[in-house]
């Protein structure tokens, strides 16, 4: 679609006088935003309505791409990236005389979902629609998304996230393709006219599906996919007759607010609703589509591939199930076939605490025709099972144990793949965390290493170093990402060199502008940033960092040397589930140190630390580019994948890692040499569990240095956290520090000591970052997705990669 300047022009023109019948100088900001989402959206909107079109037309196969979390950010830069006029628009405003930064500041980040998980969803549905993969997102319209998070004297405090309090322009509701789901009640089984089993329903409380619909644009192709958000409204059939107050509440509670806990299950009815309600609709969506196609029920699996993201829409199983056999007339036999072939499953974490065990009785009450379901799928897998396996086997894969259902073990029975997130991640789920499932079905486990949109993470956030390598290596990169190979050819290039120093500078001065001006902290951006961004959790082990700040630190103050130390700014940026105290203690600490640290003038300005508050994909954008250090230092096996890993890297900066998650990979594509590598490997890992021989006490009394900066915490040198110091304190020496923070202390502060030579060398840095850049490109999601796309969905994909 070929859209000039001028015809952007006086389309906005057009816009603004049919919305709003005044001049653009009379119009508020929010007033010339609106329009120009509404111009954009005008320009996606042929494109949506063909993409659908062509594959009912020709009755591709679809894939729909169920998860809980989305983190799309904002969309107004992407779309017009997408279609291939952001230049065009941004000087075609500015002649309007409208400054788009302006506008692009108003547009909400929809915060709908709480991290890694949700933020891939989002990479990969932009993948998606760019590779021609015929995609469909099925999620929650969440009223109210993750908390904002603000610092209050150093403690995180969430406030609502309202952010559909101006229009979103991006979405279309469509009335007209609401569903109903049903909760509670009763459900019997009743022989029907023509002798089918059918059950019957009774004081069931139905909810209305509404679906609201966004546009996902693909880079430079005509291809526009759909995500498809479920909000909760009143049924029709209730609104005459009375209805009470708290009824109207219950209904709304279902798409209220996103749970902000992103690796801990905590049972809540209300998450189990949520979780079966935006299943229910959106696979009954896909059956109402899918009939129009008059294809036998039998076929459904060559036309549809379910994905189910984690196990919180693992209900698509049993759903799928009830709507084939309960509707369909299908046996149990062909109905499981065809579920098991149209079923995917991703495993995103091995931490036990996130697993979600439901109890039974929640299960058969909420829902209870699933129940049943559930306890036959469990019923056959152990008769199946234990002939084979023997009882101890089959008792340890079942679904149902002790009045509890194990929704991974449901998943994996259900799905025909089983896919971890990173090499290092899908081989602890073969050899241990799911080690049985593995033995009983070793063709279903395959990886899929994670990846990153490069369009959003490199085209759109770090102009400056795009338009530098496609100086240097033209612009193919940009459609196939692994182009920046192409980049080493050039690193004894010195003026490149000088180049990339350069416009990493001034993204850093960008970034200490934003810094300055939102917390009134002045930052050198020509020291070192050092960079952890990511949710706070005790397993990414925030708290090491921390701890190496405070023996630098102190080793600076005490050596009045005056030694001569490269100036380092460490960057925070994290949020802690409200419910896991420990990990707001740590928050309060950073601030607390913080505080002595940046505002302590003897040490003449060589270390500051910045917790930017509220952290999310906007702020990603603004960090990312400016980030000399990627500090990815999560406990060996505890981090599934990570992908600001691969983002940091993406965009030039070293990374300071474990071999854990992908960072195995990072290092096999750039080498030991281009990275900063520490801490213990997997097998040391283990042997410390197998002989539980690890005794954080005593590295404490052998090492005075890590000694000093663990004592700061309960002695007085950090001031206002006696509490919190203790808490941690505690945690360490008491509690045995679970996550071997001192166990990797001096390997990590030994990895640390290194940056301030390799950084005084720029010529070197600067050829390590080049080759991070250069290697990087093989992390694009683009790739991901191809590879889901041949592997397990067994759907098109564009071929030009
Ligand atoms: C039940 C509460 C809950 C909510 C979210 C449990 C678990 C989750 C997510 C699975 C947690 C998550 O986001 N995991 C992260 O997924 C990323 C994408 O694959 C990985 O890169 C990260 O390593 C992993 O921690």
Same mark, same amino acid.
């Given at each position: 679609?070929?859209?000039?300047?001028?015809?952007?022009?006086?389309?906005?023109?057009r816009?603004?006088?049919?919305l709003?019948?005044?001049e653009i100088h009379?119009?508020?900001?929010?007033?010339?935003?609106?329009?120009?989402?509404?111009?954009?959206?005008?320009?996606?909107?042929q494109?949506?309505?063909?993409?659908?079109k062509?594959y009912?037309?020709?009755?591709a196969?679809?894939?729909?791409?169920?998860?809980?979390?989305?983190?799309?950010?904002?969309?107004?830069k992407?779309n017009l990236l997408?279609?291939?006029?952001?230049?065009?628009?941004?000087?075609?405003?500015?002649?309007?005389g409208?400054?788009f930064?302006?506008?692009?500041?108003?547009e909400a980040d929809?915060?709908l979902?709480?991290?890694g998980?949700?933020?891939?969803?989002?990479?990969?549905m932009?993948?998606m629609?760019?590779?021609?993969?015929?995609?469909?997102?099925?999620?929650?319209?969440y009223?109210?998304g993750?908390?904002?998070?603000?610092?209050v004297?150093?403690?995180?405090?969430?406030?609502?996230?309202?952010?559909?309090?101006?229009?979103?322009?991006w979405?279309?509701?469509?009335?007209n393709?609401?569903?109903?789901?049903?909760?509670?009640g009763?459900?019997h089984?009743?022989e029907?006219?023509?002798?089918q089993?059918?059950?019957?329903?009774?004081?069931?409380?139905?909810?209305?599906?509404?679906?609201?619909?966004t546009?996902?644009?693909?880079?430079?192709n005509?291809t526009?996919n759909?995500?498809?958000?479920?909000?909760a409204?009143?049924?029709?059939?209730?609104?005459?007759d009375?209805?009470?107050?708290?009824?109207?509440?219950?209904i709304h509670?279902?798409?209220e607010?996103?749970?902000?806990?992103?690796s801990n299950?905590?049972?809540?009815?209300?998450?189990?609703?949520?979780?079966?309600?935006?299943?229910s609709?959106?696979?009954?969506?896909?059956?109402r589509?899918?009939?129009?196609?008059?294809v036998p029920?039998?076929?459904?699996?060559e036309?549809?591939?379910?994905?189910?993201?984690?196990?919180?829409?693992?209900?698509?199983?049993?759903?799928?199930?009830r709507?084939?056999?309960?509707?369909?007339?299908l046996?149990?036999?062909?109905?499981?076939?065809?579920?098991?072939?149209t079923?995917?499953?991703?495993?995103h974490?091995?931490?036990?605490?996130?697993?979600?065990k439901?109890?039974?009785?929640?299960?058969?009450?909420?829902?209870p025709r699933?129940?049943?379901?559930?306890?036959?799928?469990?019923?056959?897998h152990?008769?199946?099972?234990?002939?084979l396996?023997g009882?101890?086997?089959?008792?340890?894969?079942?679904?149902?144990?002790?009045g509890?259902?194990?929704?991974?073990?449901?998943?994996?029975?259900?799905?025909?793949?089983?896919?971890?997130?990173a090499?290092?991640?899908?081989?602890?789920?073969?050899?241990?965390?799911?080690?049985?499932?593995?033995?009983?079905?070793?063709a279903?486990?395959?990886?899929?290493?994670?990846?990153?949109?490069?369009?959003r993470?490199?085209?759109?956030?770090?102009?400056?170093?795009?338009?530098?390598?496609?100086?240097?290596i033209?612009t193919?990169w940009?459609k196939?990402?692994?182009?920046l190979?192409?980049?080493?050819?050039f690193k004894?290039?010195?003026?490149l060199l000088e180049?990339l120093?350069?416009?990493?500078f001034?993204?850093k001065?960008r970034?200490?502008a934003?810094v300055e001006?939102?917390?009134?902290?002045?930052?050198d951006?020509?020291?070192?940033?050092?960079?952890?961004?990511?949710?706070?959790?005790?397993?990414?082990?925030?708290?090491?960092?921390v701890l190496h700040?405070?023996?630098?630190?102190l080793?600076?103050?005490?050596s009045?040397?005056?030694?001569?130390?490269?100036?380092?700014?460490f960057i925070?940026?994290?949020?802690?589930?409200?419910?896991?105290?420990?990990?707001k203690?740590i928050?309060?600490?950073?601030?607390?140190?913080?505080?002595?640290?940046?505002?302590?003038?003897?040490?003449?300005n060589?270390i500051?630390i910045?917790?930017?508050e509220?952290?999310?994909?906007?702020?990603?954008?603004?960090?990312?580019p400016?980030?000399d250090?990627s500090?990815?230092?999560s406990?060996?096996?505890?981090?599934?994948?990570?992908?600001?890993?691969m983002?940091?890297?993406?965009?030039?900066?070293?990374?300071?890692?474990?071999?854990?998650?992908a960072n195995?990979?990072?290092?096999?594509?750039? $080498?030991? @040499?281009?990275?900063?590598?520490?801490?213990?490997?997997?097998? !040391?890992?283990?042997?410390?569990? /197998?002989?539980? &021989? %690890?005794?954080?006490?005593?590295?404490?009394d052998?090492?005075?240095?890590?000694?000093?900066?663990i004592?700061?915490?309960?002695?007085?040198?950090?001031?206002?956290?006696?509490?919190? $110091?203790? @808490?941690i304190f505690?945690?360490?020496?008491?509690?045995?520090? !679970?996550y071997?923070?001192?166990? /990797?202390?001096? &390997? %990590?502060?030994?990895?640390?000591?290194?940056i301030?030579g390799?950084?005084?060398?720029?010529?070197?840095?600067?050829?390590?970052?080049?080759?991070?850049?250069?290697?990087?490109?093989?992390f694009?999601?683009?790739?991901?997705i191809?590879?889901y796309?041949?592997?397990?969905?067994?759907?098109?994909h564009?071929?030009?990669l």
């Amino acid at each position: 679609m070929k859209i000039s300047k001028e015809h952007f022009k006086k389309e906005y023109r057009r816009s603004l006088t049919s919305l709003y019948a005044s001049e653009i100088h009379d119009l508020t900001p929010l007033e010339q935003y609106i329009t120009l989402g509404s111009v954009v959206k005008d320009y996606t909107a042929q494109n949506w309505m063909q993409t659908k079109k062509e594959y009912q037309q020709d009755q591709a196969k679809q894939v729909y791409y169920f998860s809980i979390e989305f983190l799309p950010g904002k969309l107004l830069k992407s779309n017009l990236l997408n279609l291939g006029i952001l230049d065009k628009v941004r000087e075609g405003l500015a002649e309007l005389g409208v400054d788009f930064a302006k506008l692009e500041a108003i547009e909400a980040d929809p915060g709908l979902g709480n991290g890694g998980l949700g933020r891939l969803a989002a990479c990969f549905m932009d993948s998606m629609a760019t590779c021609d993969v015929p995609g469909n997102g099925n999620g929650i319209r969440y009223r109210y998304g993750l908390f904002k998070q603000k610092f209050v004297n150093g403690y995180q405090v969430e406030l609502p996230d309202d952010w559909l309090r101006h229009e979103n322009v991006w979405e279309t509701r469509r009335e007209n393709k609401a569903e109903i789901v049903r909760f509670f009640g009763d459900v019997h089984l009743e022989e029907d006219a023509n002798g089918q089993i059918k059950p019957v329903y009774s004081h069931t409380e139905d909810i209305l599906a509404v679906p609201y619909d966004t546009a996902m644009t693909g880079y430079e192709n005509d291809t526009v996919n759909n995500l498809r958000l479920w909000s909760a409204e009143i049924p029709p059939s209730e609104e005459m007759d009375y209805f009470s107050e708290e009824r109207r509440k219950s209904i709304h509670s279902i798409s209220e607010m996103l749970y902000p806990d992103d690796s801990n299950y905590d049972g809540r009815l209300l998450r189990l609703k949520q979780e079966y309600f935006f299943v229910s609709a959106g696979v009954q969506s896909i059956i109402r589509y899918y009939r129009k196609l008059g294809v036998p029920m039998e076929h459904l699996a060559e036309k549809i591939s379910i994905h189910i993201n984690d196990t919180h829409p693992t209900m698509c199983i049993p759903e799928l199930m009830r709507i084939l056999l309960d509707e369909e007339g299908l046996s149990w036999d062909a109905a499981w076939t065809i579920t098991m072939k149209t079923c995917s499953y991703t495993n995103h974490t091995i931490m036990a605490e996130a697993l979600e065990k439901w109890p039974e009785q929640m299960v058969s009450n909420l829902v209870p025709r699933i129940y049943q379901i559930i306890c036959e799928i469990n019923r056959r897998h152990l008769d199946s099972m234990s002939p084979l396996y023997g009882v101890n086997f089959t008792q340890r894969t079942a679904i149902i144990q002790d009045g509890i259902i194990h929704m991974a073990h449901l998943a994996i029975i259900g799905s025909h793949s089983v896919n971890g997130v990173a090499k290092l991640h899908t081989d602890i789920l073969k050899e241990k965390a799911l080690h049985d499932f593995y033995l009983a079905y070793p063709a279903r486990f395959n990886n899929k290493t994670n990846g990153i949109t490069h369009r959003r993470w490199l085209l759109l956030s770090n102009e400056g170093l795009s338009d530098l390598i496609s100086d240097y290596i033209g612009t193919e990169w940009k459609k196939k990402p692994n182009e920046l190979y192409l980049l080493k050819a050039f690193k004894e290039d010195s003026v490149l060199l000088e180049k990339l120093e350069q416009v990493k500078f001034e993204n850093k001065q960008r970034l200490a502008a934003y810094v300055e001006e939102t917390m009134g902290i002045e930052i050198d951006p020509n020291a070192v940033f050092d960079v952890q961004i990511k949710r706070l959790h005790a397993y990414k082990r925030q708290l090491l960092n921390v701890l190496h700040i405070l023996s630098m630190y102190l080793k600076l103050k005490e050596s009045q040397s005056g030694e001569e130390i490269v100036p380092r700014v460490f960057i925070f940026g994290a949020k802690a589930a409200p419910s896991y105290s420990y990990a707001k203690e740590i928050i309060k600490l950073i601030n607390a140190a913080a505080d002595m640290i940046n505002n302590d003038t003897t040490i003449d300005n060589k270390i500051k630390i910045v917790f930017v508050e509220n952290y999310g994909v906007t702020l990603a954008e603004k960090i990312i580019p400016a980030a000399d250090i990627s500090e990815q230092i999560s406990l060996v096996t505890k981090e599934a994948s990570g992908t600001s890993n691969m983002k940091l890297m993406l965009n030039g900066a070293i990374t300071l890692a474990t071999l854990d998650g992908a960072n195995v990979e990072i290092r096999d594509k750039v $080498g030991d @040499e281009n990275m900063l590598l520490f801490g213990m490997q997997d097998a !040391e890992l283990y042997h410390f569990y /197998d002989s539980n &021989s %690890y005794h954080s006490h005593e590295i404490y009394d052998h090492n005075p240095r890590l000694k000093r900066c663990i004592d700061a915490l309960v002695d007085g040198t950090i001031p206002n956290i006696e509490a919190e $110091g203790r @808490e941690i304190f505690d945690s360490l020496l008491k509690y045995n520090d !679970e996550y071997f923070v001192l166990k /990797d202390y001096d &390997s %990590y502060v030994q990895a640390q000591s290194r940056i301030d030579g390799l950084y005084r060398d720029r010529k070197k840095w600067n050829q390590m970052s080049l080759l991070n850049i250069a290697n990087a490109g093989d992390f694009s999601s683009d790739y991901t997705i191809m590879n889901y796309a041949d592997e397990i969905w067994n759907v098109h994909h564009n071929k030009n990669l």
